[in-house]
């Protein structure tokens, strides 16, 4: 088991670019989340996913877009990207719906976005 | 609406030392607690829950951590710190009912533990 990969690791965007992360989990959970970290601030989140097909928003959802066409994926997109998005983004999976195990959250190793 | 703090950005401890590293919650409702260690450049690892019954909770790697309603506290705790133990902990919290079946979590903002040898 692979657990919850993030694709890529780091990424360097110009001011206005657009971009996509992935997050795929490989544990058949049917909760996604993307949060993101900045120094002093912990983790905020920013969108979740309760099944395929279905997002809403979080804390901090303002400039990002989310997709969940798939249960083992959940897609992170900025559309314009802005120097305030320069963070470390991590996804989230859980709720196992066959074990019954409901809370426990499982992270990727992260994304280190930079926009210049 | 749920919270949780934790008061210290950094403890400083020395290896054998026992080590606590606090975290307080507020919900509105019965509290399901949470505890992730974040080592440098990696995601974040469980360490251990408290969801229900016994008020000492124990889990990976030595931890453990006591869960105190009347304080609403939650206080992670080690018995002797190693230096590998040095990274940075987060407290989260759910209330029982957090809507929307989404189970969120919210999470404190983090102490940066330093095990000195």
């Known amino acids: 088991n692979a657990g919850v990969t993030q694709t890529p690791k780091f990424r360097v965007l110009k001011t206005g670019q657009s971009m996509t992360l992935l997050c795929a989990q490989d544990?058949?959970?049917?909760?996604m989340y993307w949060y993101r970290q900045d120094p002093g601030m912990g983790l905020r989140l920013i969108h979740y996913s309760v099944g395929e097909g279905t997002t809403a928003k979080g804390e901090v959802p303002d400039g990002y877009n989310v997709s969940r066409l798939k249960k083992q994926n959940f897609l992170l997109g900025l559309e314009s990207a802005a120097p305030s998005q320069t963070s470390v983004y991590f996804c989230?999976?859980?709720?196992?719906?066959?074990?019954?195990?409901?809370?426990?959250?499982?992270f990727g190793p992260g994304t280190r976005l930079t926009v210049l | 609406a749920q919270s949780v703090a934790q008061p210290e950005d950094q403890v400083n401890v020395a290896e054998g030392n026992p080590l606590t590293v606090k975290c307080t919650y507020s919900?509105?409702?019965?509290?399901?607690l949470f505890w992730y260690v974040q080592y440098p450049n990696r995601g974040l690892q469980f360490l251990l829950k408290?969801?229900?019954?016994?008020?000492l909770v124990k889990g990976s790697y030595g931890f453990e951590a006591e869960f105190n309603k009347s304080q609403t506290s939650f206080h992670l705790k080690k018995p002797s710190a190693l230096v590998s133990d040095s990274a940075l902990y987060f407290c989260a919290v759910r209330d029982w009912y957090s809507g929307a079946g989404s189970y969120q979590l919210t999470f404190g903002k983090g102490t940066k533990l330093s095990v000195i040898p």
């Open positions: 544990m058949n959970h049917e909760y």
């Open positions: 408290y969801i229900t019954g016994d008020n």
């Open positions: 919900v509105s409702g019965n509290p399901y």
């Open positions: 989230a999976s859980s709720y196992d719906h066959r074990t019954g195990e409901t809370d426990t959250q499982y």
